[in-house]
């Protein structure tokens, strides 16, 4: 007996409760379901025919018709690619695209969409981006660690994204009710530690005008993100290691016990391991703080993620600009030793270089690593040479000298030169010193600079 089955495309997406969409060779829009346009307030007049990704050339879709390949990946509002303006909240999506065929066997690219979080506008940076499986296997620890209330320590090169690590974790969390605390432990003196920590009482010491609350108090309910914790004074370990313990603590010159229920994330690029033999890190400490150890791989081992990641930050902060296929290949060729935070770093020098929406390869800068003070417009010396695509490296130099390790008081009159020397311009000054925005803004605030 023959069965003739009539299906149409159209039909069988709409037996999917997911939002559903299909996209031909063309990239573009040629079937949507009713989920869609109920979940997004869409309509799918609206949406058929137009372009899956209008004006990004780097396309998802596109790959998946060039390897065939099906994928399942994370991306947030300003990285899905598709007009989302109208459910009037940021969220994450978990997207899933695989092939499917019509009677005539022509093959589109099916993809279906699910929101796995609502983003709490107080954690902006909370957003991850990446499809590769390198990031993926990341972010599967990063939401299983997110379910449980141990102690993580997150452990990788600088700049691979810790901090965005840490606060992915609090957004996902039972502990989102509180606040994310972020505490960067090299600003921790020795004298200046306890009471950031814990807070002080009025006449405590000289200057004590006032009573404080330390950090612990401030991150009740919440998460406290211990940053570079390696960097922590082996003196005032013994302190920390009590308040982690028994939930409690006293303020500086206080006599009061005072408790704060806490979740603690801790991160460094150091070999806490290697500390502990050495005796400057103590080992009992070391074993609370790693309970759910969580690497966070470098970025040369996210190659898939270099595209998605610099169009993120392009479209931060409101820009608009767009990559054009050189710079991104430029951008790939690159092993990013600064990782993440390089490239950030980079993109915001092409945004603030670029004259036109579109930037080109030559608008991609990759400052030369041996020296903090490069001169902007003179990014590339005469001594280096290019060893392979957007990468700069420097000829050997006679009589080479290690890195000084910069004094606070060295530090401080760093930035004050870059202050006048950039007119205040954030962006370049961290680009310059190859750090964060935000750890500039912390060594403003140290300085009184601010």
Same mark, same amino acid.
């Given at each position: ?10 039909? !069988? ?94 093959? %589109? ?15 902006? %940076? ?9 990031? !993926? ?61 814990? $807070? ?13 609350? $330390? !950090? %612990? ?234």
């Amino acid at each position: 007996m023959n069965i003739t089955h009539n299906f149409t495309i159209e039909s !069988l997406i709409e037996t999917h409760d997911l939002p559903f969409l299909v996209i031909n060779k063309q990239l573009q829009i040629v079937a949507v379901n009713t989920a869609w346009e109920n979940h997004f307030g869409l309509s799918r007049d609206e949406q058929l025919g137009q372009p899956c990704c209008p004006d990004d050339i780097q396309c998802r879709h596109r790959r998946f018709f060039e390897t065939m390949e099906g994928y399942t990946c994370s991306f947030t509002e300003a990285t899905a690619k598709f007009n989302i303006s109208n459910i009037g909240y940021k969220a994450q999506f978990r997207i899933s695209g695989y092939p499917i065929h019509d009677a005539d066997d022509n093959v %589109f690219l099916g993809e279906s969409i699910s929101i796995t979080q609502q983003l709490e506008n107080n954690y902006p %940076f909370a957003q991850m981006v990446g499809i590769s499986p390198a990031f !993926l296997k990341l972010q599967t620890k990063l939401e299983q660690a997110a379910k449980s209330n141990v102690p993580v320590l997150l452990t990788g090169e600088t700049g691979t994204g810790k901090e965005v690590a840490a606060a992915f974790i609090h957004a996902n969390s039972e502990s989102i009710t509180g606040d994310f605390i972020v505490v960067d432990c090299t600003l921790l003196t020795e004298n200046l530690c306890e009471s950031e920590l814990f $807070g002080h009482e009025k006449g405590a010491f000289t200057n004590a005008v006032t009573s404080k609350k $330390g !950090l %612990f108090e401030l991150a009740n309910q919440g998460t406290l993100f211990l940053d570079e914790v390696g960097e922590l004074p082996l003196s005032q370990q013994p302190k920390l290691l009590r308040a982690l313990e028994s939930g409690q603590f006293r303020r500086v010159g206080g006599t009061k016990a005072l408790s704060s229920k806490v979740r603690v994330i801790c991160a460094t690029h150091r070999n806490l391991g290697d500390m502990v033999k050495a005796g400057t890190f103590r080992e009992d400490l070391f074993y609370r703080l790693s309970v759910l150890p969580i690497e966070i791989p470098p970025l040369r081992d996210r190659k898939q993620d270099i595209p998605l990641l610099a169009e993120f930050m392009l479209r931060q902060d409101g820009h608009s600009h767009i990559l054009t296929q050189n710079a991104v290949a430029k951008l790939s060729g690159h092993r990013w030793p600064g990782n993440i935070r390089e490239l950030k770093n980079c993109m915001q020098l092409a945004i603030a270089l670029a004259t036109h929406s579109q930037i080109d390869k030559q608008e991609i800068h990759i400052l030369r690593r041996r020296s903090r003070n490069v001169n902007v417009e003179n990014l590339y010396s005469s001594n280096t040479i290019q060893n392979s695509p957007g990468e700069s490296i420097l000829l050997p130099q006679s009589n080479p000298s290690p890195p000084k390790k910069r004094d606070k008081t060295d530090e401080k009159d760093l930035i004050i030169s870059l202050l006048e020397k950039h007119q205040g311009n954030r962006k370049l000054i961290a680009a310059e010193m190859q750090i964060s925005e935000r750890t500039l803004y912390r060594k403003l605030d140290l300085f009184k600079l601010s």
